[in-house]
């Protein structure tokens, strides 16, 4: 599997028996001998980089292989320093995406579902959260819905692999299951990236649990984790405290006024959060002026810089440069972008957190003096105030450089020397594990061959069975009414006669994925028309796939709303479903709507029982041929008087 930050590293000189080690890297910072003296080495650069491989001149021998998740940004960004760390000792290092390993329908779909939980319902990522947290629901993840991963992961282990450590916590407890079964021979070993610890993160079978603090230390003992070793945050070597030149620098490089007090507020790489209501706030306390980063969320900053508040950012790739411009920090999830600065000297303040991580980090990070949690917006003022001119502040800015003084990478190379001189033949038990592992496998395919075809079956033909009679699907408000569905694309001319038009005739209007692509003007027309607004998923022929038609049901449902509209409340399908389609719409509170008819603009409507749907498909003309198909809309239906009506859910 192809690496993510390319498999590059340092040749090592021939290695030599490493000297004896005073004690092993078990326990907390606190319980073990100091390592080498380091120093902060900023804003010139991390010390820790430019360490030698080993004091003596000794390159150890071997290949540690990092696995993150590309879930955000904070598990990748702890990997890319994990492996420039452990390079300058001297080590090869691999690093693979755990989404990769989950292939590509599984993997995407879960960074899809992340996505979609944190913009459209953060209450249900909340939920999952907390569930998430009971024992036997992560012993479970790990001997069923991971289990078939384990032959992937395995094949990316190269023969002189000496380590494996993960920053993505499902990684860590597939790795950990495998050093249970004794089909793992090298030591495991995974790095907490946030400062509270969910269960999750928690591995049995791990060897070593790295944490950021004494407080995640606390929290990680008391959910039974092995070998917790505080090593401190890793973050890039670019951060650090700012010169007075060097600020007056970067606020010009930016743009940024010269003068005056400047809040740096982020909302992760995908711009999630309350994030325009928390600008408006610290706007109108007086205390600063925020600098938003919105991340990928382009229509986040349109709709900031279009209000006028503050100075939002897009995705910006010079982070070092821009909080050496700023003063505090305002976050909501006490991610990556938190540690970061707190390398760079800013006081750091959590504010309205996002459900789930969001809070427990701010709770968290609030305990061990290196971020304020403000609760309430009367606060926010004062707190902002005090972070950059006052007592607090001051105490925070050294909490936060404190947590880089030791290197994390000493603690890692402690235990693989270690692992090294006990370790006898435990790759000739590995093989006989495994070979045990492969003479139970065919019995164990079979069951599940045909578990999986009764269930595919029941998820496939069954669902589709049930849509068609009505599972989950829309109908008019009125029985003896039908319904109009008009599709347009990018060659429709939405004229205001028009869409008066279609609001007489009480018409929904279908919007996908490839019309907010290809034309995001008319798109934008369509959702703020105040029409009923129908999510079109991937467009023609309505079908969803395995993949990219399941994706587009959400990326279309946000579009929507991100263009200005309302959330759509429908979905428009051909009725081919199954119970991931169901499941992904009902997520997104829309119903199911099937056409009865389908029909090109210009053509009259045909026949319709009562409560009939019809969709109307434009063509390349620029009215669509609406006010031919629409001029007959109250006309006699197979010998009904029928009219259009609005849809209504769920009746």
Request: net charge positive; with cysteine.
């Amino acid at each position: 599997m192809k690496n993510r930050y390319f498999r590059r590293s340092a040749r090592r000189r021939a290695p030599e028996p490493p000297p004896p080690r005073l004690a092993t890297a078990a326990g907390t910072r606190r319980d073990r001998p100091p390592g080498p003296a380091t120093s902060l080495g900023r804003p010139g650069g991390d010390s820790r980089a430019q360490a030698s491989p080993k004091a003596d001149g000794i390159a150890p021998g071997g290949r540690v292989v990092v696995i993150t998740g590309s879930v955000g940004a904070g598990h990748d960004g702890a990997a890319r320093e994990w492996a420039r760390l452990l390079r300058a000792r001297g080590y090869e290092v691999e690093v693979h995406d755990f989404l990769d390993i989950l292939g590509h329908l599984l993997g995407s779909g879960m960074r899809t579902a992340y996505e979609t939980m944190l913009f459209r319902a953060p209450w249900v990522y909340s939920a999952i959260f907390w569930v998430a947290a009971v024992p036997r629901g992560v012993s479970l993840l790990s001997r069923t819905v991971l289990a078939p991963f384990r032959p992937r992961l395995l094949a990316l282990l190269p023969a002189d692999t000496v380590a494996v450590l993960a920053t993505y916590p499902l990684a860590g407890q597939l790795v950990g299951r495998l050093r249970r079964k004794r089909l793992l021979p090298v030591p495991a070993f995974t790095f907490l990236t946030d400062f509270s610890v969910h269960r999750l993160l928690v591995a049995p079978g791990i060897d070593g649990h790295y944490v950021l603090h004494e407080v995640s230390a606390d929290q990680a003992h008391g959910l039974g984790a092995a070998g917790v070793v505080v090593t401190g945050p890793v973050v890039g070597p670019r951060f650090g405290p700012a010169t007075a030149a060097g600020r007056a620098e970067a606020r010009a490089a930016f743009g940024l006024p010269a003068g005056g007090r400047l809040a740096l507020l982020v909302a992760g790489s995908w711009g999630v959060g309350d994030v325009e209501r928390t600008a408006a706030e610290i706007v109108a306390t007086g205390a600063a002026v925020p600098v938003i980063v919105c991340g990928r969320n382009e229509a986040l900053r349109a709709r900031l810089a279009a209000s006028g508040l503050g100075h939002p950012l897009g995705w910006v790739s010079d982070m070092p440069g821009l909080m050496r411009a700023v003063d505090v920090l305002v976050e909501n999830a006490g991610g990556l972008t938190s540690l970061e600065a707190m390398a760079s000297g800013l006081p750091v303040a959590s504010y309205r957190p996002i459900p789930g991580h969001g809070r427990a980090n701010a709770a968290a990070l609030h305990a061990a003096g290196v971020s304020t949690w403000i609760r309430r917006p009367a606060e926010l003022g004062p707190a902002l105030a005090g972070l950059v001119d006052g007592p607090r502040g001051r105490r925070q800015r050294a909490a936060g450089l404190a947590l880089f003084q030791d290197d994390p990478s000493d603690v890692l190379e402690r235990a693989i020397d270690d692992d090294a001189a006990q370790r006898p033949a435990s790759l000739a038990r590995a093989r006989a594990a495994r070979a045990q592992a492969r003479r139970r496998w065919p019995r164990r395919a079979a069951f599940a061959a045909a578990t999986a075809g009764f269930l595919g079956w029941n998820a496939t033909f069954g669902t589709s069975i049930a849509v068609a009679h009505g599972l989950d699907s829309a109908r008019p408000a009125r029985q003896e009414a039908i319904y109009i569905v008009v599709h347009p694309d990018e060659h429709t001319d939405l004229t205001p006669a028009t869409l008066a038009l279609l609001r007489e005739a009480h018409a929904a209007v279908a919007i996908d994925a490839g019309l907010v692509r290809r034309d995001p003007g008319l798109a934008r027309v369509v959702a703020t028309s105040g029409l009923q607004v129908v999510n079109a998923g991937g467009g023609r022929p309505y079908r969803t796939g395995l993949v990219d038609g399941r994706a587009a049901i959400g990326h279309t449902a946000f579009a929507i709303h991100r263009l200005g509209g309302a959330r759509p409340v429908s979905f428009l399908s051909g009725g081919d479903l199954d119970a991931v389609d169901l499941a992904t719409v009902s997520y997104l509170d829309e119903t199911i709507v099937v056409p009865n008819a389908r029909v090109q603009g210009g053509a009259p409507i045909p026949p319709l029982g009562r409560g009939g749907v019809v969709l109307v498909e434009c063509a390349a003309t620029p009215d669509c041929g609406l006010p031919v198909t629409l001029a007959q809309r109250d006309g006699l239906i197979v010998g009904q008087k029928l009219r259009a009506a609005t849809l209504a859910r769920h009746t």
